[in-house]
């Protein structure tokens, strides 16, 4: 059996990952050259966990704002390819993605996610993010989403904590 590893983006990456992000976002998915654009840009901040060189997933998580300062980041895509759903993946890279923010000195993160998405919302809410709004139009007419915002200074599932103490298991 392999062991499920994350790791940061490469450019060979991309092709799956794109895959990936239209499997999962349809119509809403980002444009390839937009995928391109945020790996020249954010390379550093793009994780994908790949088993014995298949990719099973991405998590974009990027700085809020122009100032490498900020404590604010947001958790913008988290896909896991539909054959590994519920298996842990989508954990794996949730909580990879939080400990690497936390150790760049990020404090809060905040993410978007699709309402009927009672998956994304429960992984969210068990890594210790709360909701902060229901907003109709987020991403335009008919795209309602939820908002979610976690502390990773204060959150007791936040930050370090996070790594450490929320489970593991069916990780690999």
Same mark, same amino acid.
């Given at each position: 059996m392999n062991t499920v590893k994350v790791r940061t983006v490469v450019e060979?990456?991309?092709s799956a990952l794109s895959r990936i992000d239209r499997q999962i976002f349809g119509r809403l998915a980002y444009p390839e050259f937009v995928l391109r654009q945020l790996?020249?840009? @954010?390379?550093?901040?793009?994780? =994908?966990a790949d088993e014995a060189g298949e990719l099973l997933g991405?998590?974009?998580a990027v700085r809020s704002g122009s100032d490498a300062e900020t404590d604010l980041? @947001?958790?913008?895509?988290?896909? =896991?390819?539909?054959?590994?759903?519920c298996q842990g993946v989508g954990r794996l890279l949730a909580l990879e993605t939080l400990e690497s923010l936390y150790?760049?000195?990020v404090q809060r993160v905040r993410l978007a996610v699709a309402r009927d998405n009672p998956v994304a919302i429960h992984l969210y809410r068990s890594l210790g993010f709360e909701q902060t709004a229901d907003v109709d139009s987020y991403y335009g007419a008919d795209e309602p989403r939820l908002l979610f915002e976690l502390n990773?200074?204060?959150?007791p599932q936040g930050g370090a904590d996070t790594v450490r103490h929320v489970p593991r298991s069916a990780t690999h």
């Open positions: 060979a990456d991309l790996f020249d840009v @954010h390379q550093q901040e793009i994780l =994908v991405y998590s974009i980041a @947001h958790f913008l895509a988290l896909g =896991v390819d539909g054959s590994r759903r150790l760049r000195g990773l200074d204060r959150n």
